[in-house]
């Protein structure tokens, strides 16, 4: 199982970034996906997830309406739309495979991880 994140990289305040999520080694179309991220000295925290049909996503407050998740299974991609990105959202950004089909916000419910991609919004 591998996850490649990618997409990451310096913005401005306000600017936009897409990152993807490619996924290959199992069946991904019925696992959820979730994204999660690191700020330097925090703790990782959930950003988004989105669950095997992509018909059911949910968000920490923190980009609520600014962040959107979505998945294309025919690609095995996960993608994370950020809009109107604050210094605040600066981190290394990891998606993760779920170990079951449903949302789900807790850490230990993600098995795999990718090797994060850094995302950094100057003010």
């Known amino acids: 199982v591998q996850l490649q994140a990618s997409g990451g990289g310096l913005v401005q305040a306000g600017g936009s970034l897409r990152l993807s999520c490619a996924a290959s080694?199992?069946?991904?179309?019925?696992?959820?996906v979730g994204w999660f991220r690191q700020a330097p000295g925090k703790e990782r925290e959930f950003v988004a997830t989105?669950?095997?049909?992509?018909?059911?996503?949910y968000y920490a407050d923190s980009v609520k309406g600014r962040f959107t998740i979505s998945r294309d299974n025919a690609k095995n991609t996960v993608y994370l739309q950020m809009n109107s990105l604050k210094p605040e959202d600066t981190a290394v950004y990891y998606c993760?495979?779920?170990?079951?089909?449903?949302?789900?916000?807790?850490?230990?419910?993600?098995?795999?991880w990718g090797q994060g991609t850094q995302v950094t919004v100057s003010s």
């Open positions: 989105i669950n095997w049909s992509g018909r059911s996503t």
């Open positions: 993760a495979k779920s170990t079951v089909g449903g949302i789900g916000i807790q850490e230990s419910e993600y098995i795999y």
């Open positions: 080694g199992y069946t991904f179309s019925i696992y959820a």
